[in-house]
C-alpha cells in the first residue's frame, strides 16, 4: 500500500489523537521533534494527552496549555540517533556529494563547449560558503529548525541572503585562479558524488541497525502499523539520498544545454 | 471538603508531589485518575500540564514503573506503579510534612513550641 508523506503524517496524528486539536499535537510533535526525542517517546507522550483529553472532555490547550510550553516540561531525553554527532556523520556524505556536484555542474558546460574548466575565485567562495553553511546546520540543527518552523518569515530572509552569498560570487567573481581538464573535473565530480553517495548508504544503515529506525510510533499500535510507517520512512530517506545526484544530472544537463 | 476550592499555587506545589505519591500507593493507576482524585480529595482542579511533568519526573527518579494498558473501550492508558524506592520518598515525604504541618500549625495558633525537641535544639 503507498502512502503519501502527508498522508501518514495526518493518520498519525488522527489515529493517536483524535480528542487533541491536530494543530495542538503538530505543534506538540514538532517541538519534541525539533528537541531530538525519539518517535516512540513522542507517540506515547501524545498518546498519554490523548488520554486525558479523552476521557476528561478538556481541551488540549485548557488542560496542557500551549503545545511548545507542555513538550518542554516533559523533559524527554535526547534519542542518540538525534545527537550531534551522529547528525555531523550524516552530514559529512552530504557535503561530499555537494563537493562532487558543483565540480560536474561547473565543468560540464566548459566540456561541452570544448574547453578547460577555469575555476576561478568566486567558485573557490561559493564552495567555501556552502561548506560552512552546511557545517553550521549541522552543528546546530535544532535552532535553525526552530526558526525555520516557528519563524518562517525570518528564515525565509536567512535564505534569501543565504543564497545570495553562495550565488552572487559565483556569477561576479570571475578571477581565475588555475585551469583544469574539464573532463578530468567532471569525472572526478562523479567519482566524489558515487562516494559521497556509498557514505551515506553505510552511514544510514548502521544507524538503523543501532537505534532502529526513529518513526513516530504511539503504545499499543499494531505491528502493522508501524511497519507501514517505518516502510513509508525508507522510501522517503531514499529519495533523500537520490536528490544530490538526481540534482546534479538534472543541472549538468541544463548547463550543457546552455553552454 | 468542597472539591471545587482553589488553593494558592504556591501551596499546591509544596504538596502535590507528596499527595501523588500517596495515591500511588493505593495501587496503579494512570494520570486522568489521579487528577480526579486529587480533585475529589479537595486539592481543586489539577491540570495535566501540572500532574504529568510530575509523573514524569518520577519515572526519571525511579519513583515509579509504567505500564500501558488497553483502555476500557478507549485510548489506550498508562499506569504508574510506585516502587520500593517510591514508597522510601513517601515515607520519608510524609515524616517531614507531618512535622513541618505541627510546626506551622503551632505558629499560626500561637502555641509555644515544646522545649526539648530536636528543632528546638538546633536553634540554639
Known amino acids: 500500500m503507498t502512502m503519501s508523506r502527508h498522508d501518514t503524517k495526518a493518520s498519525f496524528e488522527t489515529r493517536v489523537a483524535p480528542h487533541v486539536d491536530p494543530r495542538w499535537a503538530e505543534q506538540f510533535i514538532m517541538e519534541l521533534r525539533l528537541g531530538g526525542v525519539a518517535g516512540t517517546e513522542i507517540g506515547a507522550a501524545l498518546a498519554e494527552v490523548e488520554s486525558y483529553c479523552a476521557e476528561s472532555g478538556d481541551e488540549a490547550r485548557d488542560a496542557f496549555g500551549p503545545a511548545r510550553d507542555y513538550a518542554r516540561a516533559l523533559d524527554l531525553e535526547t534519542s542518540a540517533a538525534q545527537s550531534p554527532r551522529r547528525v555531523l556523520a550524516g552530514a559529512l556524505p552530504v557535503l561530499i556529494q555537494l563537493v562532487g556536484m558543483m565540480a560536474v555542474v561547473w565543468s560540464a558546460p566548459a566540456l561541452a563547449r570544448g574547453e578547460d574548466l577555469a575555476v576561478t575565485a568566486g567558485m573557490a567562495i561559493n564552495a567555501a560558503a556552502l561548506t560552512i553553511g552546511l557545517g553550521v546546520m549541522s552543528r546546530w540543527p535544532q535552532p535553525i529548525l526552530r526558526l525555520i518552523a516557528f519563524r518562517p518569515w525570518i528564515a525565509w530572509v536567512v535564505v534569501m541572503v543565504a543564497m545570495a552569498v553562495i550565488v552572487v560570487p559565483v556569477v561576479t567573481i570571475r578571477v581565475p585562479m588555475f585551469t583544469v581538464a574539464a573532463a578530468a573535473a567532471l569525472g572526478g565530480g562523479v567519482v566524489v558524488i558515487l562516494a559521497g553517495l556509498t557514505g551515506d548508504v553505510v552511514q544510514t544503515r548502521r544507524a538503523s541497525a543501532q537505534d532502529g529506525q526513529d518513526v513516530l510510533a504511539a503504545p499499543l499500535e499494531g505491528p502493522g502499523t508501524v511497519e507501514r510507517r517505518s516502510r513509508h520512512g525508507r522510501w522517503l530517506t531514499g529519495a533523500r539520498m537520490m536528490l544530490i545526484p538526481a540534482g546534479t544530472v538534472v543541472l549538468g544537463v541544463v548547463g550543457v544545454l546552455l553552454a | 471538603m468542597n472539591p471545587t476550592q482553589e488553593w494558592p499555587a504556591e501551596w499546591l506545589r509544596g504538596v502535590l508531589e507528596l499527595c501523588v505519591l500517596r495515591l500511588l500507593a ?99
Open chain 2, 26 to 124: 493505593d495501587g496503579p493507576t494512570y494520570g486522568y485518575e489521579l487528577a480526579a482524585r486529587l480533585t475529589q480529595a479537595g486539592l481543586g482542579h489539577i491540570k495535566g500540564g501540572t500532574l504529568y511533568p510530575l509523573l514524569r519526573r518520577f519515572e526519571q527518579n525511579g519513583h515509579v514503573t509504567v505500564q500501558w494498558r488497553p483502555g476500557d473501550g478507549g485510548p489506550g492508558r498508562k499506569y504508574y506503579l510506585l516502587t520500593e524506592q517510591g514508597r522510601a520518598a513517601l515515607e520519608d515525604l510524609t515524616g517531614q510534612w507531618r512535622e513541618f504541618t505541627d510546626l506551622t500549625g503551632q505558629l499560626l495558633t500561637g502555641r509555644p513550641a515544646p522545649t526539648g525537641t530536636t528543632r528546638d535544639q538546633e536553634v540554639r
